[in-house]
């Protein structure tokens, strides 16, 4: 069964930087995601990519701060994260979409998603 882990969280200051990475167990092509879920608030997609890499999706809250990328050779999803915010503060969760789907298809709903990581927690402070 696959399995996902998350990897990259931790505590950086307001505007500051991180990188989440997701490595699924075993070579994948399936269409992933991040969400992430606040403490009082219902886990949100963040960002998702096709299996193919080449299309993407983000969240309006992240949108030219974060960047969703993938490696499918070496089996690996990132979420590049910059200026980052204290809103930003969340566990973030990798996700995948193991059904079959084109290449450009990007799963944009929570109950798309089939399999989950761990998470990994983010906190940003002012």
């Known amino acids: 069964q696959l399995r996902l882990v998350e990897s990259g969280g931790g505590s950086v200051q307001a505007g500051g930087s991180l990188t989440l990475a997701c490595a699924p167990s075993?070579?994948?092509?399936?269409?992933m995601g991040w969400f992430r879920q606040a403490p009082g608030k219902e886990r949100e997609l963040v960002a998702a990519?096709?299996?193919?890499?080449?299309?993407?999706y983000y969240a309006d809250s992240v949108k030219n701060r974060f960047i969703i990328t993938r490696d499918n050779d070496k089996n690996a999803m990132h979420l590049q994260m910059t200026t980052l915010k204290p809103e930003d503060t969340a566990v973030y969760y990798c996700?995948?979409?193991?059904?079959?789907?084109?290449?450009?298809?990007?799963?944009?709903?929570?109950?798309?998603?089939?399999?989950w990581g761990q998470g990994t927690q983010v906190t940003v402070s002012s």
């Open positions: 990519i096709s299996w193919g890499g080449t299309e993407s």
């Open positions: 075993g070579r994948t092509l399936y269409a």
């Open positions: 996700g995948a979409d193991i059904d079959p789907h084109a290449s450009t298809y990007v799963p944009v709903r929570e109950y798309d998603y089939d399999r």
